[in-house]
């Protein structure tokens, strides 16, 4: 079986064609087609097995020179708890100061990765 | 009225990277004017990350990437005035600006215009019927979002496939608004493919191509907006009319570059970049002013607009030193399928980065630039699409006397 991605990894977006067999025990992919660099042959096998996304976002600042701070994940999280992930987000604030890289909550929801800051914010 | 070596109009990724660059090189008396009220122009509300992947090799945010800019141009001890508003360049040099605290007038040597793009907006696509709120451009819910922290609609559509438009389906997705479909009204996306697949497929955003809104109605408050199948010359058919009910239409529908005060410096633009006329320095048809960035062509990726905006800097030192630089008489055509070029002519004395877009989406397809009989370069492509620029690097010595050069991609 064969199916084409767009992938995501880097502005070239290149075309990839996965070959892969499928039965009760899962999928093993055979070949990944079509990529400028191994990030696409990497990704392409994930996205066939378990895609992976990284999600950005804001947090409420309380006593800031602005009301929000943008944050990102530093590390991919499984793309179906993306909305698990955004509420968790929503339910935080964070006391100004905020400076960027400061991290706002550790490995959320126990996916290894860190909701971090993006931008610097002064307190008032 | 003060001097200054260098003015830089605009305090975003441009602005900085050429200031830091310029710095580097000596020239050390710069002034950046900048209208709002921090530097980092539009990347701080781009909150999404993908940025910086060509220049620093790592995935950024927008706020992140402007960061390394504004810090750099910083440790440097750049005055960055911020809060100024540049009323006027004129032809030889004189910028003058608006501040709080009064006038601001700057005799330079050179100025460098770093002033972005803006966006099109309802008026300049004429789409019929009322005139409520929740009629937006990308931009601007951006900004309501990521920095106002403003909820702008529950039940959205989408005009356009620009980036920015998918970017927001996304982001107002992640917030709990229900985002019905992006038409756009080409037969191509405008955006860059990953954006389809990561902002659109990703949420289950269905994109129509050749698809337009043809009425728009509700008073006080959007109701709903009516979308039409069009034809290959962009004319909606009758009979495919389909009505959405919604309280938001986010119109994601292009980018023209901001050139008021390049006109009022006497530049000529170029209708197909919208831009300046360059040279292979950055420089403008009036000497000794230069522009990078989307104030020159709107670019996909911003690392490619620091880019750029740093290349620029060697030529404008070279300037501000001597009074001149090498007269561009060569000139670069548009050839088959090619939609623009940057710079438009160059001297012919120096290797030179060679940015542009096709016209249309081809696949295994062929980029040549000749003179005359002579093939300076060619490349060969799996795709070429209009949402993405191409960038070569033309070596000087591959140039055979100073007649035209042709691009073209078959």
């Not at chain 2, 200031?19 to 709002?36: F, K, P, Q």
């Not at chain 2, 909150?47 to 220049?55: A, C, E, K, S, Y």
């Not at chain 2, 960035?293 to 996909?300: I, R």
Request: glycine share 10%.
């Amino acid at each position: 079986m064969t199916r084409d991605f767009t992938c995501i990894v880097c502005p070239n977006g290149c075309d990839l064609t996965a070959e892969y067999e499928q039965d009760a025990k899962g999928i093993r992919v055979l070949r990944v087609t079509g990529n400028l660099c191994s990030k696409g042959d990497t990704y392409a096998r994930q996205e066939l097995t378990a895609p992976m996304r990284t999600i950005a976002t804001s947090v409420l600042v309380e006593g800031g020179t602005a009301p929000l701070v943008s944050v990102r994940l530093d590390r991919t999280i499984p793309k179906e708890r993306i909305f698990d992930v955004m509420a968790a987000i929503r339910r935080v604030s964070v006391k100004a100061p905020v400076v960027t890289g400061q991290v706002i909550i550790e490995n959320v929801l126990g996916l290894e990765s860190n909701v971090i800051a993006t931008k610097d914010i002064a307190a008032k | 009225m003060r001097n200054a070596d260098v003015v830089i109009v605009g305090g975003g990724p441009a602005g900085l990277a050429a200031a830091v660059r310029l710095y580097d090189l000596g020239i050390t008396d710069i002034v950046i004017l900048e209208r709002e009220h921090q530097p980092g122009g539009i990347l701080k509300q781009c909150i999404h990350d993908g940025f910086g992947l060509t220049r620093f090799k790592e995935t950024l945010s927008g706020p992140e990437y402007a960061k390394r800019f504004v810090d750099e141009a910083q440790k440097r001890g750049i005055p960055c005035i911020t809060d100024t508003t540049v009323i006027d360049v004129s032809a030889d040099k004189v910028v003058t600006a608006a501040h709080a605290d009064g006038m601001i007038v700057i005799q330079a040597k050179a100025v460098i215009l770093t002033m972005g793009c803006r966006e099109r907006t309802r008026g300049a696509i004429s789409i019929p019927g009322t005139r409520p709120a929740g009629v937006m451009t990308a931009g601007v819910a951006q900004a309501y979002i990521n920095l106002q922290n403003r909820m702008i609609g529950k039940e959205v559509v989408i005009l356009g496939s620009g980036d920015i438009g998918m970017i927001m389906a996304r982001r107002m997705t992640l917030e709990g608004a229900h985002v019905q479909a992006v038409f756009e009204v080409l037969p191509t996306p405008s955006g860059l493919p990953r954006n389809i697949e990561q902002c659109l497929n990703d949420y289950g955003i269905p994109l129509y191509l050749s698809h337009t809104v043809t009425d728009i109605r509700g008073e006080g408050r959007l109701t709903g907006i009516t979308v039409a199948a069009v034809d290959e010359r962009m004319q909606p058919i009758p009979g495919t009319e389909k009505d959405y009910d919604c309280d938001t239409l986010i119109l994601s529908v292009g980018l023209i570059p901001e050139n008021e005060l390049t006109i009022g410096a006497g530049a000529e633009l170029d209708p197909k970049t919208k831009g300046a006329f360059v040279d292979e320095f950055c420089q403008t048809t009036v000497p000794g002013i230069f522009a990078a960035g989307n104030v020159l062509h709107v670019h996909d990726l911003v690392d490619f607009v620091s880019m750029e905006a740093e290349s620029l800097a060697e030529g404008a030192a070279e300037y501000i030193k001597n009074g001149s630089l090498p007269k561009a008489g060569i000139a670069i055509a548009c050839g088959e399928n090619v939609g623009h070029t940057i710079p438009q002519r160059i001297s012919g004395e120096k290797s030179f980065h060679l940015s542009l877009r096709v016209r249309k989406v081809m696949k295994e397809c062929t980029l040549t630039v000749s003179q005359g009989e002579h093939v300076l370069l060619t490349r060969k492509m799996k795709k070429a699409l209009p949402a993405e620029m191409i960038n070569l690097n033309i070596d000087a010595k591959k140039l055979k006397g100073t007649d035209d050069l042709e691009v073209k991609v078959v």
